[in-house]
């Protein structure tokens, strides 16, 4: 078995589980260990799959028929394909090329996107050469909102329930601070794949979806905090201090911008750095993403991107004393459509405290 870059072979795992480093420079983050283990590339590629918890993530795994108990498993599956990244696994009778599977240009399998996002389980009845051959980044997308990806005039959109994704990316473009882009989807988009009985349900519950573009490619993957952060521990380097030294700026704006948004879940999967293909080098922060579960309406929430455990306010504060972010921009904004009054105050509110340390 190997673990490919595309068309380079990274790393040999021989049949008794030994490992032989092939190009130790782009390995994936986790992996980069002179005495790397069977068990630590069985605990990458498990981690590369997306958790029970995530909606309708059952339904996704029991209509490929994959077990829901085994994430490395479905890893190996769907070849720890994913759009995050361009390191896959292939098996030793496997024959494709990267150009024959890899997901940025490849037709994905609609049936398991339809299931992603709706829940809406169409019973196929899959040969088992057809499973081996579907293309699907579902299994290797995570968080736990609905959500899948459509492609659409070439190019790739990750659809989802999340209407604070609108706000949030209002409120961070008059901040001037970088991040993904989100539009709400067009009903011929949403029609293509929900039911009438779903649409209602979304609308119903004062939701939304909502869509924006991969921001990887084939030339740039993503390594998560959480990666970066186990790369640290082989090296015994402290994690936080190593992420902001990569960019500080962007480090301190990201506390700034969670405590605005009173964001809940800025976890280790959520945030972190761009990688070059060719070198294996880290050249940046990804922009800030995943903003569905901010604007929470309770206080004192703790910072998850810190050393020390303190609260958001806390990290914003030190940031806000160091970088001296002009805060203006959303005193010149209306109130973004999304957010109810009370919602766009505490924005002010909290705006208006980091304006005065």
Not at 220 to 242: D, H, P, W
Not at 267 to 283: A, P, V
Request: hydrophobic residues 35%; glycine residues 6%; aromatic residues 10%.
């Amino acid at each position: 078995m190997l673990l490919l870059l595309k068309n380079t072979p990274l790393l040999k795992i021989q049949d008794n589980g030994n490992c032989e480093i092939l190009d130790f420079d782009r390995l994936p983050f986790p992996l980069r260990n002179e005495k790397v283990t069977f068990v630590d590339f069985m605990e990458w590629a498990s981690n590369r799959t997306l958790s029970i918890g995530r909606s309708y993530a059952k339904e996704i795994l029991n209509a490929m028929r994959l077990p829901q108990s085994n994430r490395y498993a479905v890893c190996k599956a769907c070849r720890g394909l994913s759009l995050e990244d361009s390191y896959w696994i292939k098996q030793n009778e496997d024959d494709k090329t990267w150009e024959e599977v890899n997901l940025f240009q490849n037709p994905l399998s609609l049936f398991v996107t339809e299931i992603s996002l709706s829940g809406r389980t169409t019973h196929y009845q899959l040969e088992d050469s057809t499973r081996r051959n579907i293309h699907t980044p579902e299994l290797t997308t995570l968080g736990a909102s609905a959500k899948g990806w459509i492609r659409k005039d070439g190019s790739l959109y990750l659809h989802k329930v999340g209407k604070y994704e609108i706000p949030a990316d209002e409120i961070l473009s008059a901040l001037g601070i970088p991040h993904i882009h989100y539009e709400i989807s067009q009903k011929e988009e949403i029609d293509s794949y929900l039911s009438e009985e779903r649409k209602q349900w979304i609308e119903g519950v004062g939701e939304v979806i909502v869509n924006s573009g991969l921001f990887t490619s084939e030339s740039r993957s993503m390594v998560t905090f959480e990666e970066f952060k186990m790369f640290c521990e082989i090296y015994g380097l402290n994690a936080y201090q190593e992420a902001a030294r990569i960019d500080r700026p962007s480090y301190l704006k990201m506390q700034i911008a969670d405590y605005i948004l009173n964001n809940n879940d800025r976890h280790e999967q959520n945030w972190g750095f761009f990688m070059d293909n060719t070198s294996g080098k880290i050249t940046g922060y990804c922009p800030l993403f995943d903003h569905d579960h901010a604007f929470v309406n309770y206080d004192n929430v703790m910072s998850q991107t810190t050393e020390e455990p303190v609260l958001l306010y806390e990290a914003a504060a030190e940031a806000q004393r160091e970088i001296k972010l002009d805060l203006s921009g959303l005193t010149d904004m209306k109130r973004p459509q999304l957010l109810t009054e009370e919602q766009w105050t505490k924005v002010l509110e909290r705006a208006g405290k980091l304006e005065r340390v």
